[in-house]
C-alpha cells in the first residue's frame, strides 16, 4: 500500500491510502480545491478514488467530504451517529454514496476496521486498513490513549499518531482557560510526551514506522514534537531510522508529506 499525509493538523486533516486497485481518503477537512491540488502534486488522479472515510464530524475532518462526493461521485463512510452529526457540513449526498459502516467493512481489496477514540465528538473512531498482509492505522484526536487503541493497531506497519501539543506552550499559551481544558483533558488531544509514551506501547509488538500528525499551530512546533518522541524512544535504548526499531516521522500540516510504500 502507498500512504501520503495531505494535510494532518488543527487547520485541517486528510490522509491518502492507495493499492493496486484501491485509493481512499481518510478525512476531507480542508477545501475540495485543496485536497484535489494535494493529490495532484503527489502525482494521485482525484478522478480514481473510491471512497471518503470520516473520523468525526468536525469541520477540520469533513470540510471538503460533500463537495468531493459530489465532484467524483465518491461513497463516503462513517458511522450512523457521526452522519447524523455531520449531514448539514456535508449538503446534499447522493444516497448511494451514504454508507453507514460500523466496525469492519470492504472497500474493493482493502480491510477496514474502526476503533472507538475518545475525543469530544458524538461517536469518533480511528481506522485499520489492510491489504495484501500490510496494515496501516490512523489514531488521532486521541484524549487518553485506550487499551482498545492500542490492541487495534499494534500489528500496524504504519501507524499516523496524534502528537498535537506540547504541555508547557499550551498552558502558557494564548487559549482562552476553557479551550485549554478541553485540550487537556481525556476527550481532547494527545500531547507529545503522551505520543511517545503511546508509541513505546504499540513498538513491543515488532518494528513500525510512526508518523506524528495533527500538530497544533499555536501549541506545537514540528521540531519539538519530533524530538520529544525522539528522545523518549533513545531513553529505551530504541534505535531511530530506516530499517531500525522505529523509524520516526512528520506529517505536515499545510501541504503532502513523503510519499511512503508500505
Not at 468525526?56 to 471538503?64: C, L, P
Not at 476496521?113 to 458524538?122: E, G, I, T, Y
Request: aromatic share 6%; glycine share 8%; charged share 25%.
Amino acid at each position: 500500500m502507498i500512504f501520503c499525509s495531505l494535510y494532518s493538523g488543527s487547520s485541517g486533516n486528510s490522509i491518502f491510502i492507495g493499492s493496486d486497485k484501491t485509493k481512499i481518503l481518510v478525512d476531507a477537512g480542508l477545501t475540495g480545491k485543496s485536497i484535489i491540488s494535494a493529490l495532484e502534486n503527489i502525482g494521485e488522479d482525484p478522478t480514481e478514488l473510491n471512497g471518503i472515510l470520516i473520523t468525526h464530524e468536525h469541520s477540520d475532518h469533513v470540510k471538503g467530504a460533500g463537495i468531493l462526493s459530489r465532484k467524483f461521485d465518491l461513497p463516503i463512510y462513517a458511522n450512523e451517529k457521526t452522519w447524523v452529526a455531520m449531514e448539514k457540513c456535508l449538503g446534499k449526498i447522493r444516497p448511494h454514496n451514504v454508507k453507514i459502516v460500523e466496525k469492519e467493512f470492504t472497500i474493493q481489496d482493502m480491510e477496514i476496521s474502526s476503533f472507538r477514540v475518545p475525543h469530544d465528538a458524538v461517536a469518533c473512531r480511528g481506522y485499520t486498513v489492510t491489504q495484501g498482509g500490510k496494515k496501516i492505522s490512523i489514531a488521532t484526536d486521541i484524549g487518553v490513549f485506550t487499551e482498545e487503541i492500542r490492541n487495534s493497531i499494534l500489528e500496524s506497519d504504519l501507524v499516523l499518531l496524534e502528537s498535537n501539543h506540547d504541555i508547557e506552550m499550551l498552558k502558557f499559551g494564548p487559549y482562552p482557560y476553557d479551550l485549554k481544558r478541553r485540550v487537556l483533558s481525556e476527550v481532547g488531544h494527545l500531547s507529545n510526551v503522551d505520543a511517545g509514551k503511546a508509541a513505546l506501547e504499540i513498538l513491543k509488538y515488532g518494528k513500525k514506522k510512526i508518523v506524528l500528525g495533527h500538530l497544533s499551530g499555536t501549541n506545537n512546533v514540528p521540531e519539538l514534537a519530533f524530538k520529544t518522541v525522539e528522545n523518549i524512544f533513545l531513553e529505551e535504548k530504541l534505535s531511530i531510522g530506516p530499517g531500525q526499531d522505529v523509524d520516526l516521522a512528520l506529517a505536515s500540516r499545510i501541504r503532502p508529506s513523503s510519499y511512503t510504500e508500505v
